[in-house]
């Protein structure tokens, strides 16, 4: 941290996953066809919108979303924050939105957390959650892509996503909805895949469960994701995860998991068709994700049975995932993958 701002004394270890004020948001406009322009701060606070925009109408907007961590050396870092950039950058150019540079979008983001340091919690205290947001605010009355766009971030600091210790998840399979089609957009990170996935997370929420597992819209045998994170099965040696055939957001925590279990662990690791039979029976089933980090799956229901992963307990691998991938997150390990980048 520079020497300018002290740390904020809040309340973190009352913070969950959840929206807390900042200081200011960045913010950066352009029309299709033109150069995005540097971007401002302004202080945090609502924004204006024209009610005919094109994300108010048809959902053209993309996200992402990343933590910056205080490690254990007392600076602010990112993890693999260019690998945001990226998805962002192929998120736009699927819902025909002008794409922000990858070196642009990584200027942005240290521009807004540099501006809210003192609002990364301390070290092992949560996060702050960077949203950066890329939305069609141009109006528009026809179905197109509309005319002038609007990039923006903002951050808030969160606690750790489960509060009072991690518990393995319990998840219901279902087949009465499908997160995503084949060749449709599931694979990017469109504001409109997570709407679609409100009602079924709402019913499974209801019915006492944590979050729904989705099955493949052309194969129900095989799973697919969960709402905001991917899955991981490993029995014996192998680790198994869907592969990334188009309808499955490609992770970038799935990807860290996977060069770690291979790497670090020396698992045998294979991107498959990953089926649910396989799953049911498997050591341990975990999921991954930015919010999630690594998180056991303890039960999972489907329509007519109901399964007990590992007696509902984390997992050894799954406990040595979530250590490496936090431990080089906190820099408490040593970050040989290169995944680490300072806030400078
Ligand atoms: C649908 C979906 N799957 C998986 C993930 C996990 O991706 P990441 O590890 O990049 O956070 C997310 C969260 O971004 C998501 O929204």
């Known amino acids: 941290m520079t020497d300018q701002k002290k740390i904020q004394n809040l309340d973190w270890d009352s913070f969950g996953f959840a929206v807390n004020p900042s200081r200011s948001l960045y913010i950066e406009e352009t029309k299709e066809g033109e150069e995005w322009p540097e971007g401002e701060l302004r202080p945090y606070g609502n924004i204006s919108i024209s009610p005919a925009a094109g994300v108010l109408n048809y959902g053209q907007g993309v996200f992402e979303g990343i933590k910056a961590f205080r490690s254990k050396k007392g600076r602010i870092v990112f993890f693999r924050l260019e690998e945001n950039a990226k998805r962002f950058y192929s998120s736009a150019e699927r819902i025909c939105i002008p794409p922000v540079p990858v070196d642009k979008f990584v200027a942005a983001v240290k521009k807004i957390v540099l501006d809210n340091e003192d609002f990364v919690p301390p070290t092992g205290r949560g996060a702050l959650y960077v949203r950066p947001l890329l939305l069609g605010t141009g109006p528009i009355l026809g179905v197109a892509p509309t005319s002038s766009y609007t990039f923006l971030i903002f951050v808030s600091p969160v606690g750790p996503y489960f509060k009072g210790g991690i ?128 998180c056991p799956i303890g039960r999972i229901s489907t329509d007519d049975s109901d399964h007990v992963i590992n007696n509902d307990k984390m997992g050894k691998v799954t406990q040595e995932l979530r250590t490496i991938l936090t431990g080089i997150q906190n820099e408490e390990l040593e970050d040989t993958f290169g995944w680490v980048n300072p806030l400078e």
Not at 170 to 176: D, S
Not at 212 to 224: F, H, R
Request: charged share 20%.
């Open 167 to 294: 518990k393995p998840l319990n998840l219901r399979v279902t087949k009465n909805f499908h997160r995503a089609a084949p060749k449709g957009i599931g694979n990017v990170k469109a504001i409109g895949n997570y709407s679609a996935s409100l009602y079924p997370q709402r019913l499974a929420k209801k019915a006492g469960f944590n979050e729904v597992i989705y099955l493949n819209a052309g194969n129900e045998e095989l799973v697919e994701e969960v709402g905001s994170a991917n899955v991981f099965a490993l029995t014996g040696n192998v680790l198994k995860t869907a592969r990334l055939a188009g309808s499955i957001l490609p992770g970038i925590t799935r990807n860290s998991v996977i060069h770690i279990a291979r790497e670090k662990l020396g698992l045998e690791v294979q991107e498959t068709d990953l089926t649910l039979k396989e799953v049911l029976a498997a050591d341990e089933v975990f999921c991954t994700g930015t919010a999630v980090v690594v």
